[in-house]
Structures are given as structure tokens and as C-alpha cells.
Nanobody
């Protein structure tokens, strides 16, 4: 089973940028759907961006034009570049992988593999 480790979270002011990384223990391209989720206390995890096995991506409306997902297959790493951050982006960010389930409409419990999360805090 694939293991995922996120990093790159931190505290920034509104308008700032962060880049999150999700390192997988094995090659993921065309093998797993990779998705970034985020969660705030008391709320369900919401999908932020899904990276399909084909390479296609879908973004949540709330992050379109500000967040960009990319993948370095040589490093088994998925990145989430977050620009123009807003206080409402504050959350724990997780990467998830599944060989079959994919997309932002797929509930979080549909994903088989998860990282431990990395905290992003945006102050106004």
C-alpha cells in the first residue's frame, strides 16, 4: 500500500503563498488518483483539487485561479502551489490516493490512502 507524507504547511498573511508537498512511497502516475483535501474543526473534509490518473485536474471553485497542482514523477511527489491565500483557506491539508475513486464529488471515505496532514494558517 502506498504511504503519503505531506509537508510545507505554515502560517502566512493573507495574500501570501505556500507550496505543499505530498511524497508517496511508490510511483503514482497513472496508478492512483491523487487528491488534496482540507478540513477545519467541526467540518467534513472537502476536496480542493483532484489529479486524475490521466493527468486531468479538477479544482474546487473556491480555489480556482489561486491554487495549482503539479506532479514530479521522478520524485513521486505531488505539489499544491497556493497563491493569494485567504483566511478562509486556513485548514489542515491532506493528500489522498486511491486506485479507483477520483474526483471532488467522491467523498473522503472513498479514498483508501491518506497522509497525516499539514496545517495551513492564513491570518488577515
Amino acid at each position: 500500500q502506498v504511504q503519503l507524507v505531506e509537508s510545507g504547511g505554515g502560517s502566512v498573511q493573507a495574500g501570501g503563498s505556500l507550496r505543499l508537498s505530498c511524497v508517496a512511497s511508490e510511483y503514482t502516475y497513472n496508478k492512483y488518483c491523487m487528491t488534496w483535501f482540507r478540513q477545519t474543526p467541526g467540518k467534513e473534509r472537502e476536496g480542493v483539487v483532484a489529479l486524475y490518473r490521466s493527468g486531468l485536474t479538477t479544482y474546487a471553485d473556491s480555489v480556482k485561479g489561486r491554487f495549482t497542482v503539479s506532479q514530479d514523477n521522478a520524485k513521486n511527489t505531488m505539489y499544491l502551489q497556493m497563491n493569494s491565500l485567504k483566511p478562509e483557506d486556513t485548514a489542515m491539508y491532506y493528500c489522498a490516493a486511491d486506485p479507483f475513486q477520483c474526483g471532488l464529488t467522491t467523498p473522503s471515505y472513498g479514498y483508501r490512502y491518506w497522509g497525516q496532514g499539514t496545517q495551513v494558517t492564513v491570518s488577515s
